[in-house]
């Protein structure tokens, strides 16, 4: 079996190929049940910093994973090699692991009467014919915007363009076998502005399915200038109990530490400070949280699981109630609850929001912090307790007075979610979670 020289759509059947090939090598070797994913992709990436050209790398990888059953015992191999010596070998690795395994009343694939019957078309694949040179040259005028846009820029910490396109194959022995080409392509830059001493970092990016589609980098660069010199002349605030409003490109961060605590395997380990909160009201009664995995064209879309199973649109949360945990076919198993597919994680999650942008909600919180950097991994997730380093503005008379920097916020997520004011309209779209700012009623903000 030779390497995939394609990587589009048209390599999807010799992936296929290649899955159907590993799964009758488990089943010869003895396995009782496969499941394996199979992958193949390419990407360009370059960085130019000050004027000059840092990197320009071109990858490609391609490989296998494979986790194969004996009765009740599991194991698990994965290898970057295809060919027939590689798949004896990884199937053989495999096997080894499972009979060293303990056995498992939970382990196995997913019922075969749940497999994905039919699968959407999602169109994720949109190929960017953009070479070294043009890449060079876009990640350059990028910058060149970022200098050009204010005096005060006097230095470049990176801009850096991507473009990756691959094929993904995923097949199991109950006979499933389902596949999808995707691409993913991003700009970014950073920028240092300096004035009376003080020096000031920030960024601004843009990523999409379609290099087409992506902001203008001028755009881009005017924006990472902007957001740096604003940050000059930041300084501590005294430590105080205020409103703080998240601004929506960190927002998502909250969602997603909501998603951690009710994975199931945090749950059956008992390790998430949600354990036992399904039908609770965790939220104010107008929000919601909404999963829709078949957007065309969307980051986070998906067809199918990482079982095998088919996705389908549903909420975790309802009128600010908990209705659904996250669960692949092990964990609910572990829980005694059938799977929600979403093995491998949630795909698009949406959050209900108002009619007012950031502007509106700075004049509704009167006088707190506006949080548009946050440092560190201050979160508890068998507490809920909260404490991460933060900067952003400072908020009077509902007006930005002054730029913030080394202040601590800190709360409980029980208490934080429970005391969400607003959700904006400004919507984060570059993501999985799509939200907009998050206004909370109090937190603590440790400073001078």
Not at 78 to 91: D, K, M, P, Q, Y
Not at 280 to 296: A, G, I, K, N, V
Request: with cysteine.
């Amino acid at each position: 079996m030779s390497d995939v020289e394609l990587i589009g759509p048209e390599a999807l059947p010799v992936l296929q190929e290649q899955v159907e090939a590993i799964l009758v090598e488990a089943a010869r070797q003895g396995a009782t049940a496969c499941e394996v994913a199979v992958s193949a992709g390419q990407g360009l990436s370059t960085t130019v910093r000050q004027g000059e050209v840092e990197t320009v790398e071109f990858n490609r990888d391609q490989g296998f994973g494979i986790t194969l059953y004996l009765g009740q015992r599991k194991g698990s191999a994965s290898t970057s090699a295809t060919g027939e010596a590689a798949i004896r070998e990884t199937v053989a690795a495999a096997l080894a692991i499972a009979r060293h395994a303990s056995e498992d009343e939970c382990a196995g694939l997913a019922d075969a009467s749940l497999m994905a019957r039919e699968l959407p078309e999602l169109d994720l694949y949109h190929p960017w014919t953009i070479g070294p040179e043009e890449a060079v040259e876009l990640a350059l005028s990028c910058e060149a915007a970022a200098f050009a846009a204010d005096k005060r820029i006097r230095n470049a910490d990176g801009t850096t363009l991507n473009t990756h396109q691959g094929c993904r194959v995923y097949g199991n022995s109950h006979g499933f076998i389902g596949g999808y080409a995707s691409t993913r392509h991003s700009l970014s830059c950073v920028m240092i502005a300096e004035s009376e001493g003080q020096m000031q970092r920030d960024y601004w990016y843009d990523v999409n399915r379609q290099g087409e589609c992506l902001m203008a980098a001028a755009e881009i660069g005017r924006q990472a200038a902007e957001r740096s010199v604003r940050r000059l002349g930041a300084r501590p605030v005294a430590t105080c109990e205020v409103p703080v409003l998240f601004a929506a490109e960190l927002a998502g961060g909250l969602f997603a530490h909501l998603l951690a605590a009710i994975s199931g395997g945090n749950l059956y380990r008992h390790s998430s400070f949600l354990e036992g909160a399904l039908g609770q009201q965790l939220f104010p009664q107008w929000l919601s949280l909404e999963e829709r995995p078949h957007l065309p064209r969307a980051l986070g879309s998906a067809a199918f699981d990482g079982d095998g199973l088919a996705t389908y649109g549903k909420s975790f949360v309802e009128r600010g109630e908990l209705v659904s945990y996250v669960l692949g076919t092990y964990s609910g198993r572990k829980l005694g609850m059938p799977s929600t597919a979403n093995a491998g994680g949630v795909h698009n999650l949406f959050v209900s929001h108002g009619s007012e942008d950031q502007q509106a909600l700075i004049r509704r919180m009167g006088r707190g912090l506006l949080v548009t950097e946050l440092m560190g991994q201050g979160l508890n997730l068998v507490t809920g307790d909260y404490s991460r380093g933060a900067a952003g503005f400072w908020v009077e008379n509902g007006e930005i007075q002054f730029p913030v920097q080394e202040v601590t916020i800190a709360g409980n997520l029980r208490d934080m979610f429970r005391q969400i004011a607003a959700v904006g309209c400004d919507l984060e779209r570059r993501g999985n979670i799509c939200t907009g700012s998050v206004l909370i009623e109090k937190m603590t903000v440790a400073g001078s």
